[in-house]
């Protein structure tokens, strides 16, 4: 969820459960990366920057892991 270009929040309920808390970053920042640039739905956000994320979160991207979680998914 996003207010004033700023991350306010995030729900995920999808595959509840417990796993490497990098597979839900790099699946959402999957989501903030598309979704935010028109790839999905039309309506681009060239301002936004799905980076923030990691700043919200307070931690440096593991992008390795990030990568591993979104190739994945495409598996399934």
């Given at each position: 969820m996003i207010e004033d270009g700023k991350i306010s929040g995030f729900l995920d309920l999808g595959k509840a459960g417990l796993a490497d808390r990098y597979q839900d970053i790099a699946l959402c920042y999957r989501s903030l990366?598309?979704?935010?640039?028109?790839?999905?739905?039309?309506?681009?956000?060239?301002?936004?920057?799905?980076?923030?994320?990691?700043?919200?979160?307070?931690?440096?991207?593991?992008?390795?892991?990030?990568?591993y979680y979104i190739l994945l998914d495409e598996l399934f």
């Open positions: 990366q598309n979704n935010c640039s028109g790839a999905y739905g039309g309506k681009s956000y060239p301002a936004f920057d799905p980076d923030l994320l990691f700043e919200e979160l307070g931690i440096q991207p593991d992008w390795e892991k990030i990568k």
